[in-house]
């Protein structure tokens, strides 16, 4: 229990112990904690930021959902309309084209009829002529004769 | 003390020489004969134990230091690292909590204290006889393991507090008004003999009851480990675990404690009503 001179190699060392440890554990121990700290921050203000931008792009895509929806919807009322169109216009085409066709059906009748009855007053003129010969007994010259039958023909 | 075999006899036969024998440093320019110092301040000698142990420690912690310090993983701290960072995040909180103003110092200062007087303070904790033992084998004759159950390791530690006070005191107030607050402090200028004398011995106890609250306290820790060792082998497990582990507080509150109050009493530097 005694004061000597070891006191003094006891704060040699003390001082120069301090100093070490100041140099080479305090200072980057605190520098990297002060590190740690910053980078911590930044990234809890990245993630703060993330989360807007998250926000922002889902609130963006709702938009162009909706716009999408409204485009399609309109498509589709048009796409519908042009139908009915088409559908209205075919049916007028093929309107058309019967009214055409029972014309032209009905002209063929005509012309038809017209040949037959033109036949027929040909076949009536010959039974008659042969008739009328019958009748005469005698030679009829058709040449003679052929403006008159012709005129009887178109009399029937 | 002429019997220098007292180590290596079964303790039980001469249980005062075995005691004497432990507390008697290694020492240069101690008296041949008695193995201590001429006096209670006697500076021709030289404490060869305290000393080294003391120096060892320290070397264990710059190495240490310099190991963790230099390869820092900031990402993923691991082992020491954690530890260390543990540490250094409560001093510097207390430091700034007590201190006014950034001090670059007073930081690791009271880190250094702590490792340093804990380490040495857990010197005690190694079972009494073993080192002295070892060393008597190898010719060492007496071998003192505790450094701070030596009045020069725990005033070598308050007095570097108490030189470092008078510093930031000066460096804070200016060297006449650190004077004045000798003069004027407590009783106001006019009672100033008063003062001087109070404010004397104000100061002088700081360091004072820093040191011999440590030394105390480990001196009066190693000796009940000395005499558990007095009792017979099969008793001293008991007794010596529990003090063992009674211990391992103690040593980590006076370290602590050491630390505290030589980070308060240089920040009183700091406080206007001195």
Known sequence: ?156 | MADTSAAAQPATDNPVEYIQHHLTNLCLGCDPDTHRASGLIDFSVFFLDTFLVSLVLAGVIMLVAWRVGRSLDPDNPTGLQNVLEILVEFVNGMVRDVFPKPNRLVGPLGLTIFLWVFLMNLMDLIPVDLIPWLLFEAGVPYFKVVPTTNLDATFGLSLSIFVLIIIHNVRERGAWGYVKTYLAHPFGIFAFPVNIVMTLIEEIAKPLSLGLRLFGNLFAGELLFILIALLPFWAQFIPGGAWAIFHVLVITLQAFIFMLLSIVYISLAYQDDH
């Open chain 1, 1 to 156: 229990m005694n004061v000597t001179a070891t006191l003094f190699g006891q704060m040699g060392t003390f001082l120069v112990l301090v100093l070490f440890v100041m140099k080479f554990l305090w200072k980057p121990v605190l520098n990297a904690l002060e590190d740690r700290r910053t980078r911590i921050a930044e990234g809890l203000a990245a993630a703060e930021r993330g989360h807007e931008e998250q926000a922002r792009a889902e609130e963006r895509a709702a938009e162009v959902l909706k716009d999408a929806r409204e485009q399609a919807s309109e498509i589709l009322a048009q796409a519908q309309r042009r139908g009915a169109e088409i559908v209205e216009e075919s049916k007028a085409a093929a309107r058309g084209e019967g009214e055409r066709l029972l014309v032209a059906a009905r002209a063929e009748i005509d012309h038809e009829s017209l040949q037959a009855r033109e036949a027929l007053r040909k076949e009536v003129g010959r039974i008659a002529l042969a008739g009328a010969e019958r009748l005469l007994r005698r030679e009829v010259d058709a040449g003679q004769h052929a403006e008159l039958l012709g005129q009887l023909a178109e009399e029937l």
